[in-house]
């Protein structure tokens, strides 16, 4: 595994690799890798002949007060996983390489960007299209793999995609869980025991919301003040949101039988997480 820190290094490793046939598969990471990033890594693995990777904490997608600066980051265990996982090239830029002083243009997906978490985490949306539109333009993936349990960022980045003509075809993995049910994150890193513990409570209410939802209830509201019970049920957890959205354009919705995204996101003392599952149409929609 050839590991390369800058940009235009790495596009003519990229258009190299290329050459030599079949696609080119890219997954996009901020390291700390855990279980959930090894399935993207494989899955990338099963599904291209060749496969790259970047590790880069993007300061783009952190807000002011966020956890940049403590972001869990493990250079030299990362890389020995990304090369167990078969990664041909991993990008490795520092800051002034993705960032150079100057630079000024921003990618946004209008509309998308501020739902769910970025009404919470304004800019952060922002900060993920712009890095991965960038990685997009240096590595020039066939197809390009994130993680289910960011399911906001994998439909803006379908439509960002799509309005930019991006030739990619965005894989999304499903969620990787311990086996208590809380869904493997690289924040998962900053919970005390006690914290560890109250933190199942996000796939908790998930679950009431879907044993609702497969019982025959159908109203949102009534998902949504299911899920919020069970949520501030919780000491030491304080909801951010739990909302029903249209998985594609993440508008809220009234009713989930065309299917639904039920998303929550909670701080679980000073540390927020996020969680979600998808409801199936019902057969009678509506
Ligand atoms: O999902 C992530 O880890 C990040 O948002 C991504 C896609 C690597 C962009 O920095």
Same mark, same amino acid.
């Not at 807000?63 to 041909?88: H, I, M, S, T």
């Not at 830029?93 to 009404?119: D, F, K, N």
């Given at each position: 595994?050839?590991?390369?820190?800058?940009?235009?290094?790495?596009?003519?490793?990229?258009?190299?690799?290329?050459?030599?046939?079949?696609?080119?598969?890219?997954?996009?990471?901020?390291?700390?890798?855990?279980?959930?990033?090894?399935?993207?890594?494989?899955?990338?693995?099963?599904?291209?002949?060749?496969?790259?990777?970047?590790?880069?904490?993007?300061?783009?997608?952190?807000?002011?007060?966020?956890?940049?600066?403590?972001?869990?980051?493990?250079?030299?265990?990362?890389?020995?996983?990304?090369?167990?996982?078969?990664?041909?090239?991993?990008?490795?830029?520092?800051?002034?390489?993705?960032?150079?002083?100057?630079?000024?243009?921003?990618?946004?997906?209008?509309?998308?960007?501020?739902?769910?978490?970025?009404?919470?985490?304004?800019?952060?949306?922002?900060?993920?299209?712009?890095? #991965?539109?960038?990685?997009?333009?240096?590595?020039?993936?066939?197809?390009?793999?994130?993680?289910?349990?960011?399911?906001?960022?994998?439909?803006?980045?379908?439509?960002?995609?799509?309005?930019?003509?991006?030739?990619?075809?965005?894989?999304?993995?499903?969620?990787?869980?311990?086996?208590?049910?809380?869904?493997?994150?690289?924040?998962?890193?900053?919970?005390?025991?006690?914290?560890?513990?109250?933190?199942? #409570?996000?796939?908790?209410?998930?679950?009431?919301?879907?044993?609702?939802?497969?019982?025959?209830?159908?109203?949102?509201?009534?998902?949504?003040?299911?899920?919020?019970?069970?949520?501030?049920?919780?000491?030491?957890?304080?909801?951010?949101?739990?909302?029903?959205?249209?998985?594609?354009?993440?508008?809220?919705?009234?009713?989930?039988?065309?299917?639904?995204?039920?998303?929550?996101?909670?701080?679980?003392?000073?540390?927020?997480?996020?969680?979600?599952?998808?409801?199936?149409?019902?057969?009678?929609?509506?």
């Amino acid at each position: 595994m050839r590991v390369i820190t800058s940009a235009e290094e790495m596009r003519s490793a990229c258009r190299a690799l290329r050459g030599q046939g079949g696609g080119l598969g890219l997954v996009p990471t901020m390291g700390a890798l855990h279980e959930g990033h090894l399935s993207l890594l494989r899955a990338a693995r099963a599904r291209c002949p060749a496969v790259a990777a970047s590790l880069f904490v993007n300061p783009l997608q952190f807000g002011p007060g966020e956890d940049l600066a403590r972001y869990p980051r493990d250079f030299e265990g990362d890389r020995r996983k990304f090369q167990a996982e078969g990664v041909e090239l991993l990008f490795a830029p520092p800051v002034e390489e993705m960032y150079p002083a100057g630079s000024r243009t921003l990618v946004a997906v209008e509309g998308m960007s501020e739902r769910l978490c970025g009404r919470s985490r304004p800019g952060h949306f922002r900060g993920v299209t712009t890095v #991965v539109s960038k990685l997009f333009h240096i590595v020039e993936p066939g197809l390009a793999f994130f993680g289910q349990k960011d399911a906001a960022q994998a439909a803006i980045l379908r439509r960002m995609a799509r309005d930019l003509n991006f030739p990619v075809e965005i894989v999304v993995c499903p969620i990787v869980r311990e086996p208590d049910g809380l869904a493997m994150s690289s924040r998962n890193a900053y919970l005390g025991p006690a914290e560890r513990r109250s933190a199942t #409570v996000l796939y908790r209410a998930l679950r009431r919301v879907q044993e609702l939802a497969q019982g025959g209830e159908r109203s949102a509201a009534a998902l949504v003040a299911a899920g919020r019970e069970v949520v501030t049920a919780e000491a030491g957890v304080r909801l951010d949101y739990l909302e029903v959205v249209d998985p594609d354009t993440l508008e809220p919705l009234a009713q989930t039988g065309r299917g639904a995204l039920v998303a929550v996101a909670a701080f679980v003392g000073a540390t927020r997480l996020i969680d979600n599952i998808v409801l199936p149409p019902s057969p009678a929609g509506g």
